[in-house]
T-cell receptor, first 115, second 114 residues
Framework: EAGVAQSPRYKIIEKRQSVAFWCNPI?????LYWYQQILGQGPKLLIQ????????DSQLPKDRFSAERLKGVDSTLKIQPAKLEDSAVYLC?????????????FGPGTRLLVL | AQSVTQLGSHVSVSEGALVLLRCNYS??????LFWYVQYPNQGLQLLLK??????LVKGINGFEAEFKKSETSFHLTKPSAHMSDAAEYFC????????????FGAGTRLAVHP
């Protein structure tokens, strides 16, 4: 079974530029998550999708971050414009269902450096 | 609100020694607890999880953890460390009755030396 795919793996941009990350979850997984992992910290949930609807985006900085999951499969996370403090690893995860005991499967992440 | 505290951002052990990584949680309702491992430049991989039932949970790679409600703890142990165990370990909590939202601790980096 293929795992969660993410691209690109690394990205370097200058502040005020825009950037987009792509995620393809495990086939058949209805729930998709985007996390931000700043160096030295645990992952923090940015947004959660159930199929193509948003379940939780309470910690997404909506003035600069946006995400979509068209057709309930793959997803794109965008930052525009980027700030220095956005430097982090962006992890995508998916799970079969939205229940609380369900295991989340993580992709390798995209490491973003904002200069 | 739920929270997770991992005591010790860095732990160093000798190969063959006991591994003990500490995790305490805060939750007003019965929690569901997870340990994930992250190897360099990789995503997180589930080691084990506690949902209900037996409080001693066995996971992959010889790790186990015990849920102690009275101590609000979920410490991760392994009897004998291997060089390949060197990684970062994250404890996480979610709660029943809500959707699947993981709250992670800050992580503990485990170093294993010969």
């Amino acid at each position: 079974e293929a795992g969660v795919a993410q691209s690109p793996r690394y990205k370097i941009i200058e502040k005020r530029q825009s950037v987009a990350f792509w995620c393809n979850p495990i086939s058949g997984h209805a729930t998709l998550y985007w996390y931000q992992q700043i160096l030295g910290q645990g992952p923090k949930l940015l947004i959660q999708f159930q199929n193509n609807g948003v379940v939780d985006d309470s910690q997404l900085p909506k003035d600069r971050f946006s995400a979509e999951r068209l057709k309930g499969v793959d997803s794109t996370l965008k930052i525009q414009p980027a700030k220095l403090e956005d430097s982090a690893v962006y992890l995508c995860a998916s799970s079969d269902r939205d229940t609380f005991e369900e295991t989340q499967y993580f992709g390798p992440g995209t490491r973003l450096l904002v200069l | 609100a739920q929270s997770v505290t991992q005591l010790g951002s860095h732990v160093s052990v000798s190969e063959g020694a006991l591994v003990l990584l500490r995790c305490n949680y805060s939750s007003s309702v019965p929690p569901y607890l997870f340990w994930y491992v992250q190897y360099p430049n990789q995503g997180l991989q589930l080691l084990l999880k506690y949902t209900t039932g037996a409080t001693l949970v066995k996971g992959i790679n010889g790790f186990e953890a015990e849920f102690k409600k009275s101590e609000t703890s979920f410490h991760l142990t392994k009897p004998s460390a291997h060089m390949s165990d060197a990684a970062e370990y994250f404890c996480a909590v979610t709660i029943s009755g809500g959707y699947n939202k993981l709250i992670f601790g800050a992580g503990t980096r485990l170093a294993v030396h010969p």
